[in-house]
């Protein structure tokens, strides 16, 4: 399962008869992966009744969800098409402003899609970085390794193993960075488990990954875990797991962790302060010309005006930006755009619990030079 930042977005992968090719894996014995869409019912407090997203995203091959982005704008997702993968790529789709799922592509690196299998992705809130899991021998360590890749302007740059902290000489599998950068969540059976794959957790720190820490029960059992999600306000995750109760094969399980981080005795108190002591909120909006409303493709720098520390993204090329700041704080914003006039502003992030969501709206009117 992957959920926007915004938890108002529900998308997973599920093998039924109503996949898009309508095929049947003889071999696997169940139907071809399809990846299903559900939105929060905001008057029901749950899930609406999940549809399949259908073409393009889905096709007559496997098409698996690897994650959606904290913005809910792209999709990646595995795919292996007979003649164009070797062993199964990560692909991308982007949601354009009226809804529509463009096809799918893989991504263009052959530093991030080898020949070998590709079976995760993930990026952090503000796009600049992705998390990817990849079986090649080359800077490998075991079966599954997690890797980090960022963004070199437009395009990928080279990607780099997280070590031996972080990777085994087993499978680590199904990564998941939370909103707030810093989190960092995947499943392994390398470390210690309670069986089979749990799900373990590290935090960055210091210029560097914590030792990974078993999230232990409920969210581990002797069963498989395979991949969990954790919300923007770290109340809420949705794990994906064979564990006794599950209807079919792997369901998907909801854990209340409002408590979770703080009374979890194998968590070191210096990281569960680090994760419950700043609430985030999301910060999103568009940036046009002040003329003619068109969207320009500007970077956004946030400062917090106490600590100096500085939050970097991006408008896309509807102009549309979106990124997670740690609540409770005041700000000051550059936007800068090529033949532009800078644009600067100083504003307070309320604690969330002052805003009815997690989520602060401003828009940019930039004046050209």
């Known amino acids: 399962p992957s959920i926007t930042a915004d938890g ?51 096709t007559d091959f496997h098409d698996a969800n690897m994650s959606i982005s904290p913005d809910g704008n792209t999709i990646f997702i595995y795919k292996n098409i007979d003649g164009v993968t070797q062993s199964g790529d ?15 592509k893989p991504i263009l ?37 997690i890797y980090m890749v960022k963004k070199e302007g437009n395009s990928w740059g080279i990607p780099t193993n997280l070590g031996p902290v972080i990777n085994t000489p087993y499978d680590e599998i199904g990564v998941y960075i939370h909103p707030d950068g810093k989190t960092l969540f995947f ?67 909801k854990v209340d962790m409002t408590d979770y981080f703080r009374t979890n005795k194998d968590i070191p108190t210096n990281v569960s302060l680090a994760i419950t002591g700043s609430t985030l909120t999301i910060m999103k909006g568009k940036v046009s010309d002040a003329n003619d409303s068109k969207p320009i493709k500007a970077t956004l720098t946030f400062k917090d005006v ?30 800068k755009a090529e033949g532009y006039k800078p644009f600067t502003l100083k504003f307070k992030v309320p604690r969330n619990d002052e805003l009815d969501t997690p989520s602060l709206i401003k828009h940019f009117l930039l004046n050209k030079e």
Request: aromatic share 14%; glycine share 8%.
């Open 8 to 58: 108002k977005t529900l998308i997973y992968t599920s093998r039924r008869p109503d996949n898009v090719g309508g095929k049947y894996d003889f071999n696997a014995e169940c139907y071809f992966d399809d990846i299903y869409i559900s939105k929060w019912d905001e008057q029901k407090q749950d899930w609406a009744p999940s549809k399949n997203i259908g073409a393009p995203i889905n």
């Open 90 to 104: 990560i692909f991308f789709s982007t949601k354009s402003p009226t809804g529509e799922w463009s096809e799918p």
């Open 109 to 145: 690196n052959k530093l991030i899609n080898s020949s070998y299998f590709e079976s995760s992705a993930c990026i952090t809130a503000d796009g600049n970085t992705m998390f990817f899991v990849s079986e090649r021998e080359k800077d490998g360590y075991g079966h599954g390794d």
């Open 187 to 253: 499943s392994s059976n390398g470390h210690k488990t309670m069986g089979g794959h749990d799900i373990f957790m590290s935090y960055f720190e210091n210029g560097k990954w914590s030792e990974p820490i078993n999230l232990g029960y409920p969210i581990n059992t002797p069963r498989e875990e395979i991949h969990f999600v954790l919300s923007t306000d770290k109340r809420t995750a949705y794990i994906s797991s064979n564990r006794e109760g599950s209807i079919g094969d792997y369901d998907i399980f």
């Open 306 to 335: 106490i600590d100096n520390k500085t939050y970097v993204t991006e408008s896309n090329e509807n102009g549309e930006y979106f990124i997670t700041l740690p609540s409770d704080k005041r700000y000051e914003v550059s936007t």
